[in-house]
């Protein structure tokens, strides 16, 4: 029997409760780094990009070589500024919870599954494992008020 919130319809303008937690139940944050990475993590694919500022840092021949690997890193990177509202946000240790406007259809997929991969790369780099970090795909509960 599939889960009651696994997300069966996908509205513009709509706002859900979207949780996920480890596999297992196993923490997903097991230290301060741990979670300063996720919250960078969501503020890079959440808050404008200023592409003109990126380009301008990337063209300064000042600029060192690793900094302009990594702000072409962040020109690529996915932004769903203007696509996902986060509202508010609970990291637990084996699990977290978002409150979150979706303003452009199916959004909220493609960004849940940047931020998951994402990660779950980090995770198993980090702590020198392979395989899932959640237990399943995440779950989003729509909210009507």
Same mark, same amino acid.
């Not at 996908?10 to 780094?33: C, L, M, P, W």
């Not at 959004?107 to 198993?124: D, L, V």
């Given at each position: 029997?599939?889960?009651?919130? /696994? @997300?069966?319809?996908? &509205? *513009?303008?709509?706002?859900?409760?979207? +949780?996920?937690?480890?596999?297992?139940?196993?923490?997903? %944050?097991?230290?301060?780094?741990?979670?300063?990475?996720?919250?960078?993590?969501?503020?890079?694919?959440?808050?404008?990009?200023?592409?003109?500022?990126?380009?301008?840092?990337?063209?300064?021949?000042?600029?060192?070589?690793?900094?302009?690997?990594?702000?072409?890193?962040?020109? /690529? @990177?996915?932004?769903? &500024? *203007?696509?996902?509202?986060?509202?508010? +946000?609970?990291?637990?240790?084996?699990?977290?919870?978002? %409150?979150?406007?979706?303003?452009?259809?199916?959004?909220?997929?493609?960004?849940?599954?940047?931020?998951?991969?994402?990660?779950?790369?980090?995770?198993?780099?980090?702590?020198?494992?392979?395989?899932?970090?959640?237990?399943?795909?995440?779950?989003?509960?729509?909210?009507?008020?």
């Amino acid at each position: 029997m599939p889960s009651k919130n /696994r @997300l069966k319809t996908n &509205s *513009e303008n709509s706002y859900y409760h979207v +949780y996920n937690r480890g596999v297992e139940k196993r923490a997903i %944050f097991q230290d301060r780094q741990d979670y300063n990475v996720f919250l960078k993590y969501l503020g890079e694919y959440l808050l404008p990009k200023n592409e003109i500022k990126l380009m301008d840092l990337l063209s300064d021949p000042n600029t060192h070589y690793s900094d302009k690997d990594r702000l072409l890193k962040l020109i /690529r @990177l996915n932004n769903f &500024s *203007e696509k996902i509202d986060m509202l508010s +946000y609970c990291l637990m240790p084996n699990h977290f919870h978002f %409150f979150i406007k979706q303003i452009s259809l199916r959004s909220m997929h493609k960004f849940m599954q940047s931020i998951g991969t994402r990660y779950t790369m980090y995770f198993n780099r980090k702590y020198k494992r392979v395989g899932f970090l959640y237990q399943d795909i995440y779950k989003a509960a729509e909210v009507k008020t």
